[in-house]
């Protein structure tokens, strides 16, 4: 390895309110030599490039670069209807934080694949940034990747020089494990003990690599937090979208060379094309193309790959609260001859909603409207798909560790626990979010730290010094809860899951 030099002298970063001087450090490994930073006593690259892709077509990797690469910023977001700046096609990059960059340190590895569905997102956000969980003996690496149609648009019926299309986003998170896989060691990581962790859209991502033949054996413990990815879209389906998103372009199925030069915000305007099934703008995610995705990931049950590794599942106890304001006009003003249709509108879940409202009326007798939506949807929506996944674990004789975030958040309390809440949690990025920084909100952190981090070390969230986490088994669904008194409860939304088990369940977009 190549000696580690200084560089950067006098610059200096801002820190939870101190000042620490950046120093310089350089890592040799395999794809060649990166500088990146010191602050704080954590090593951090970023913007390290791990493959380089045309327009709709599978990306490859890149030759070892000869010259030293300045790994200090990140590289840019998949262009997307979304906040991040900038933005690019060109958008393969990775980011790394480690406190021991020495190729014998032999770390666990984390690694975050971010949310925002299969169309927007970003590990650029602040609340992705990995120093603190880096601080805690692991070395974390976040991915960009490809999103919407530039990852998912289905053309391999329409063009057969583009196989692979449908899937472009998996196959560059596959990509970006097999650049781990070849350097993490450099970095103070173990190719042997790799986590994947994902929120959302995140562990979608994660469920669906675990169907997929071509990422086994590139990671061994899957963490999904709010995301799971039941069964993926058929390639009818798929097909009969990208026909319509092609017919809002005026593009012609049988000529697409039109679409491989159309400027980006081209492409990006017409993901507002209606989508053909459901009411909403057209939805792209993986693909059952027996290509890449050979099978779906949980049913009818659970992927032989995906029985191969640990996995630790859970979500927030309040999702959809995220996604409509308690206070807004649209619930305050939301009447009981209402809110079954507006239920109805969101359950993946073909169910008398009539007489699931009088049920959730009859537990809950104070609830407004407005709070019988969140729950229903919250239980039926968000929390169901991962009873689907652990179960399915479960039966296949693979139980997953579970937890329930409850928590509510201190800064915007009407929202309650809600949908991605607990990312700066497991991070430790509480400044600047809803997460609040006060004693409780630290010790809710702490606890997620350091049960993310024993899962990824031993593929168990269990540690000397920590309470006993069990598996869940279908005997007693135990399940970890996360609030201000962390503990174990044994099938906490079981009346729910009971009320809601008879209709199948729909994964949404398929």
Same mark, same amino acid.
């Given at each position: 390895?190549?000696?580690?030099?200084?560089?950067?002298?006098?610059?200096?970063?801002?820190?939870?309110?101190?000042?620490?001087?950046?120093?310089?450090?350089?890592?040799?490994?395999?794809?060649?030599?990166?500088?990146? #930073?010191?602050?704080?006593?954590?090593?951090?690259?970023?913007?390290?490039?791990?493959?380089?892709?045309? +327009?709709?077509?599978?990306?490859?990797?890149? &030759? &070892?670069?000869?010259?030293?690469?300045?790994?200090?910023?990140?590289?840019?977001? *998949?262009?997307?209807?979304?906040?991040?700046?900038?933005? @690019?096609?060109? *958008?393969?990059?990775?980011?790394?934080?480690?406190?021991?960059?020495?190729?014998?340190?032999?770390?666990?590895?984390?690694?975050?694949?971010?949310?925002?569905?299969?169309?927007?997102?970003?590990?650029?956000? %602040?609340?992705?940034?990995?120093?603190?969980?880096?601080?805690?003996?692991?070395?974390?690496?976040?991915?960009?990747?490809?999103?919407?149609?530039?990852?998912?648009?289905?053309?391999?019926?329409?063009?057969?020089?583009?196989?692979? @299309?449908?899937?472009?986003?998996?196959? =560059?998170?596959?990509?970006?494990?097999?650049?781990?896989?070849?350097?993490?060691?450099?970095?103070?990581?173990?190719?042997?003990?790799?986590?994947?962790?994902?929120?959302?859209?995140?562990?979608?991502?994660?469920?669906?690599?675990?169907?997929?033949?071509?990422?086994?054996?590139?990671?061994?413990?899957?963490?999904?937090? $709010?995301?799971?990815?039941?069964?993926?879209?058929?390639?009818?389906? $798929?097909?009969?979208?990208?026909?319509?998103?092609?017919?809002?372009?005026?593009?012609?199925?049988? #000529?697409?060379?039109?679409?491989?030069?159309?400027?980006?915000?081209?492409?990006?305007?017409?993901?507002?094309?209606? =989508?053909?099934?459901?009411?909403?703008?057209?939805?792209?995610?993986?693909?059952?193309?027996?290509?890449?995705?050979?099978?779906?990931?949980?049913?009818?049950?659970? !992927? &032989?790959?995906?029985?191969?590794?640990?996995?630790?599942?859970?979500?927030?106890?309040?999702?959809?609260?995220?996604?409509?304001?308690?206070?807004?006009?649209?619930?305050?003003?939301?009447?009981?001859?209402?809110?079954?249709?507006?239920?109805?509108?969101?359950?993946?879940?073909?169910? %008398?909603?009539?007489?699931?409202?009088? #049920?959730?009326?009859?537990?809950?007798?104070?609830?407004? &409207? !407005? =709070?019988?939506?969140?729950?229903?949807? $919250?239980?039926? /929506?968000?929390?169901?798909?991962?009873?689907?996944?652990? #179960?399915?674990?479960?039966?296949?004789? /693979?139980?997953?560790?579970?937890?329930?975030?409850?928590?509510? @958040?201190?800064?915007?309390?009407?929202?309650?626990?809600?949908?991605?809440?607990?990312?700066?949690?497991?991070?430790?990025?509480?400044?600047?979010?809803?997460?609040?920084?006060?004693?409780?909100?630290? !010790?809710? @952190?702490?606890?997620?730290?350091?049960?993310?981090?024993?899962?990824?070390?031993?593929?168990?969230?269990?540690?000397?010094?920590?309470?006993?986490?069990?598996?869940? /088994?279908?005997?007693?669904?135990?399940?970890?809860?996360?609030?201000?008194?962390?503990?174990?409860?044994? =099938?906490?939304?079981?009346?729910?899951? +009971?009320?809601?088990?008879?209709?199948?369940?729909?994964?949404?977009?398929?």
């Amino acid at each position: 390895m190549l000696p580690r030099r200084t560089f950067l002298a006098g610059s200096a970063a801002l820190i939870c309110g101190r000042t620490y001087a950046i120093e310089g450090v350089d890592v040799a490994c395999p794809a060649g030599r990166f500088m990146g #930073e010191r602050v704080a006593g954590i090593a951090r690259f970023r913007g390290i490039r791990y493959g380089r892709a045309e +327009r709709f077509r599978r990306a490859a990797a890149i &030759p &070892p670069s000869r010259d030293p690469i300045r790994a200090t910023s990140f590289g840019p977001a *998949c262009p997307q209807r979304g906040k991040y700046r900038p933005q @690019s096609e060109d *958008c393969l990059f990775l980011n790394i934080w480690t406190p021991a960059s020495d190729a014998r340190a032999g770390l666990p590895v984390m690694v975050y694949v971010h949310g925002g569905a299969y169309a927007n997102g970003s590990v650029t956000d %602040p609340e992705n940034d990995g120093a603190s969980l880096a601080e805690k003996g692991v070395v974390l690496v976040t991915v960009n990747h490809r999103l919407n149609a530039l990852g998912y648009l289905y053309l391999a019926p329409f063009d057969p020089r583009l196989p692979d @299309s449908g899937n472009n986003g998996q196959l =560059d998170l596959i990509l970006a494990l097999i650049w781990v896989r070849a350097n993490i060691a450099a970095f103070g990581g173990d190719p042997a003990r790799v986590t994947l962790f994902g929120q959302s859209g995140g562990g979608a991502k994660i469920a669906t690599l675990a169907a997929m033949p071509a990422a086994r054996g590139l990671f061994h413990r899957a963490a999904t937090m $709010s995301g799971q990815q039941v069964e993926v879209t058929g390639a009818e389906r $798929s097909a009969e979208r990208t026909r319509a998103y092609l017919a809002a372009l005026k593009i012609a199925p049988h #000529e697409l060379s039109p679409l491989l030069t159309l400027p980006v915000e081209r492409l990006i305007e017409a993901l507002a094309t209606r =989508d053909p099934f459901e009411d909403s703008p057209v939805y792209m995610g993986p693909v059952l193309d027996r290509r890449n995705v050979t099978r779906d990931p949980f049913r009818p049950d659970a !992927a &032989p790959a995906a029985r191969a590794i640990a996995w630790m599942l859970g979500g927030t106890r309040d999702e959809t609260r995220a996604y409509f304001d308690p206070d807004g006009a649209e619930m305050r003003t939301l009447g009981w001859d209402a809110v079954g249709a507006k239920i109805a509108a969101e359950l993946p879940v073909k169910a %008398p909603v009539e007489a699931i409202v009088a #049920e959730y009326r009859r537990r809950f007798p104070g609830y407004s &409207p !407005a =709070d019988i939506f969140f729950a229903v949807t $919250s239980d039926g /929506r968000s929390w169901r798909p991962m009873l689907e996944e652990a #179960e399915a674990l479960a039966r296949a004789g /693979r139980p997953a560790f579970v937890y329930q975030f409850d928590f509510p @958040s201190p800064v915007e309390p009407a929202r309650g626990a809600f949908h991605a809440l607990d990312i700066p949690f497991v991070f430790g990025t509480l400044a600047d979010s809803p997460a609040g920084t006060g004693a409780e909100s630290r !010790a809710v @952190s702490a606890a997620m730290q350091e049960r993310f981090v024993a899962f990824a070390r031993t593929g168990t969230p269990n540690a000397p010094g920590l309470s006993p986490w069990p598996v869940y /088994r279908l005997r007693d669904r135990a399940t970890m809860i996360f609030d201000r008194r962390t503990r174990v409860v044994r =099938d906490p939304r079981g009346w729910q899951r +009971r009320l809601f088990a008879p209709y199948p369940y729909t994964q949404p977009g398929t």
